[in-house]
C-alpha cells in the first residue's frame, strides 16, 4: 500500500493567514493526488484533486501543487470556515490511502 | 444537486454483520464511468478506504478486508449497501459513502470522490 505522511499533524493559526499543508507518499504517484476537508457531522469535502487542480465552488484561495512524492496544500488568507482538519489522499493504485490529517485550528 | 446518506444501525454486537445503506441522489450509477464508495474513519484515525462499485458492476475490495465485505447495489432505489461480517470492537468507526468519478488532466485519468455522505457512527460493543 502506499502511505501517505502529512505534516504538520496540527497548527494553530488565525484569520488572514497563509496556512501551508504538505503531504509525501512512500513511492512516485505523479500527481494522482487529493485534497479534502473534513469537518465534524459534516460530509467531508474535496477541495483539491489531480495534485493542482481546485474543485468547482472551492475558492481561490486554497491551491494546491507538487508531484511525484511530495505535495502541498496553501490556504492564503485563512478564513472562519477553513479551520478544518485536511486530508491527502493518493488515487495511483488501489487500495486508495489517505493521510492522517492536518488540523488547522486557531 | 447531489446527495448522499448513510443509513444503518449505531450499535453491533462483536461477531455480528454489519449492513449499511447509502441512499443518493441527483446522479445515477448506470452512468459511464460513476462508482460509489465506502470508507470509514474509526475514532482518532485516519480515513480508510473499504470497497468502490462501479456502474458496471464491477467491484474493488480493500484487500486487508476482501473476505468480511460485500457490497452491491440497486439502481431503481438510488442505493449501494455495504455489508460487514463478523465485526469487532476494532470496526468502531464513522462509515461514509462517497460518489466516484475519473478526471482526465494532463494524460492522467484519477478517481476522484467528490461528494460524500455526513457518515454514520458505527459502534461495536457487547
Known amino acids: 500500500d502506499v502511505q501517505m505522511t502529512q505534516s504538520p499533524s496540527s497548527l494553530s493559526a488565525s484569520v488572514g493567514d497563509r496556512v501551508i499543508i504538505t503531504c509525501r507518499a512512500s513511492q512516485d504517484i505523479v500527481t494522482y493526488l487529493n485534497w479534502y476537508q473534513l469537518k465534524p457531522g459534516k460530509a467531508p469535502k474535496l477541495i483539491i484533486f489531480a495534485a493542482s487542480n481546485l474543485q468547482s465552488g472551492v475558492p481561490s484561495r486554497f491551491s494546491g501543487g507538487g508531484s511525484g512524492t511530495d505535495f502541498t496544500l496553501i490556504i492564503n488568507n485563512l478564513q472562519p470556515d477553513d479551520f478544518a482538519t485536511y486530508c491527502c489522499q493518493q488515487s495511483y493504485n488501489s487500495p486508495w490511502t489517505f493521510g492522517q490529517g492536518a488540523r488547522v485550528e486557531v | 444537486q447531489i446527495t448522499l446518506k448513510e443509513s444503518g444501525p449505531v450499535l453491533v454486537k462483536p461477531t455480528q454483520t454489519l449492513t449499511l445503506t447509502c441512499s443518493f441522489s441527483?446522479?445515477?450509477?448506470?452512468?459511464?464511468?460513476?462508482?460509489v464508495a465506502w470508507f470509514r474513519q474509526p475514532p482518532g484515525k485516519a480515513l480508510e478506504w473499504l470497497t468502490l462499485i462501479y456502474w458496471d458492476d464491477d467491484k474493488r475490495y480493500r484487500p486487508s478486508l476482501k473476505s468480511r465485505l460485500t457490497v452491491t447495489k440497486d439502481i431503481s432505489k438510488s442505493q449501494v449497501v455495504l455489508t460487514m461480517t463478523n465485526m469487532d470492537p476494532v470496526d468502531t468507526a464513522t462509515y461514509y459513502c462517497?460518489?466516484?468519478?475519473?478526471?482526465?488532466?494532463?494524460?492522467?485519468?484519477?478517481?476522484?470522490?467528490?461528494?460524500w455522505g455526513q457518515g454514520t457512527l458505527v459502534s461495536v460493543s457487547s
Open positions: 441527483g446522479f445515477s450509477l448506470n452512468t459511464d464511468g460513476m462508482g
Open positions: 462517497a460518489r466516484r468519478l475519473s478526471h482526465v488532466i494532463g494524460g492522467i485519468t484519477i478517481s476522484v470522490f467528490d461528494y
